[in-house]
């Protein structure tokens, strides 16, 4: 992504826990993905699912790893409301890009655990309601830039 730091294989965190040169608190491992207990919780039981493969964003996920980060994001999702943590629901959050928030460049899916007044919020503010004719040019310069990567 312009302007933002990609950092090299070697030197990133998550290709080290990956490759199990850094310790982690594992929850799940196969050959694409790790999921691994986050450092710095929103709440008790906040999980990140990375692909061993390096990719700093989406723009650079191989599809099928990112394909297999979802599948195995949901199960865990589901399996974090079965295991005791205080869970009445799930935010599914990727912060893709340093304006969206991205502190290690390595893609990534968080699970956060959720139960009414645990504290944490992605935002006070609700942005007001858009235009029915911008929400439609909207769409469609998504629908064209669709068409243009096929």
Do not use: Y
């Amino acid at each position: 992504m312009p302007g933002d730091a990609k950092p090299l294989v070697g030197s990133c965190i998550f290709c080290d826990i990956a490759d199990g040169r850094d310790e982690a608190s594992v929850v799940f491992a196969d050959d694409t993905v790790v999921a691994f207990m986050d450092r710095f919780p929103a709440t008790q039981g906040h999980l990140l699912v990375v692909p061993r493969a390096h990719a700093a964003s989406l723009e650079d996920l191989d599809a099928a790893d990112g394909t297999r980060v979802w599948s195995v994001g949901h199960r865990l999702a589901r399996a974090v409301r079965r295991s005791g943590i205080p869970c009445q629901g799930v935010n599914i959050l990727v912060c893709d890009g340093a304006a969206a928030l991205q502190t290690v460049f390595h893609f990534h899916l968080h699970v956060i655990p959720r139960s009414k007044g645990d504290g944490w919020t992605l935002s006070d503010a609700t942005p007001p309601e858009r235009e029915r004719a911008l929400l439609d040019g909207d769409a469609q310069l998504i629908r064209d830039a669709v068409a243009s990567m096929r």
